[in-house]
T-cell receptor, first 112, second 113 residues
Framework: SQTIHQWPATLVQPVGSPLSLECTVE??????LYWYRQAAGRGLQLLFY??????ISSEVPQNLSASRPQDRQFILSSKKLLLSDSGFYLC???????????FGQGTRLTVV | AQSVAQPEDQVNVAEGNPLTVKCTYS??????LFWYVQYPNRGLQFLLK????DNLVKGSYGFEAEFNKSQTSFHLKKPSALVSDSALYFC???????????WGLGTSLAVNP
């Protein structure tokens, strides 16, 4: 069966520090991968999606970047965090663009 | 513009009563519709989907949803609510030509004992 791992679960980082959140998927090949941010426990904002290794699409210009160095690995990064980067970050995968997405457990990022 | 609306921020229902969480959409083309549930500080869990076929879709944990093309709605329902159903519910829609899901803002469901 397929599983998705996302870590860490919680992170507190100072303003100006770098960020690296990692997500890996097991049990499937060539998944579509997604990074979302959820602010204030509500709406989901799609940040990046990837349909293959090295293929990243950015939905919203901001202080973050994403990379997919391996088929089932998706990394969210920042060189210098801002206070406004605080939020709940969710990684997800899907088999294709028409199927449901499956989510990781999320990372609560607090920038102080 | 393509959009999904969840008109109720919060729904309150007594345990044992039927529940409905509403979702309407506005998209071009035939939509693929999804419901997800989120418990506090957790990722979203997939509940059910409508792609094609029977308008009544059954999903996890006793939930079901009815696709109504004329009303462009996809309401989530359960015949008898449990306290453990209390969570945040999201409706999402995908149009085949678009890679990403369009999300509603979520409805907080509170089931009172």
């Amino acid at each position: 069966s397929q599983t998705i791992h996302q870590w860490p679960a919680t992170l507190v980082q100072p303003v100006g520090s770098p960020l690296s959140l990692e997500c890996t998927v097991e049990g499937t090949s060539n998944p579509n991968l997604y990074w979302y941010r959820q602010a204030a426990g509500r709406g989901l904002q799609l940040l990046f999606y990837s349909v293959g290794i090295g293929q990243i699409s950015s939905e919203v210009p901001q202080n973050l970047s994403a990379s997919r160095p391996q088929d089932r690995q998706f990394i969210l990064s920042s060189k210098k965090l801002l206070l406004s980067d605080s939020g709940f970050y969710l990684c997800a995968w899907s088999v294709s663009r028409v199927t449901e997405a499956f989510f990781g457990q999320g990372t609560r990022l607090t920038v102080v | 513009a393509q959009s999904v609306a969840q008109p109720e921020d919060q729904v309150n229902v007594a345990e044992g009563n039927p529940l409905t969480v509403k979702c309407t959409y506005s998209v071009s083309g035939n939509p693929y519709l999804f419901w997800y549930v989120q418990y506090p500080n957790r990722g979203l869990q997939f509940l059910l989907k409508y792609i094609t076929g029977d308008n009544l879709v059954k999903g996890s944990y006793g939930f079901e949803a009815e696709f109504n093309k004329s009303q462009t709605s996809f309401h989530l329902k359960k015949p008898s609510a449990l306290v453990s159903d209390s969570a945040l519910y999201f409706c999402a829609v995908r149009v085949p030509a678009v890679r990403k899901l369009i999300w509603g803002l979520g409805t907080s469901l509170a089931v009172n004992p």
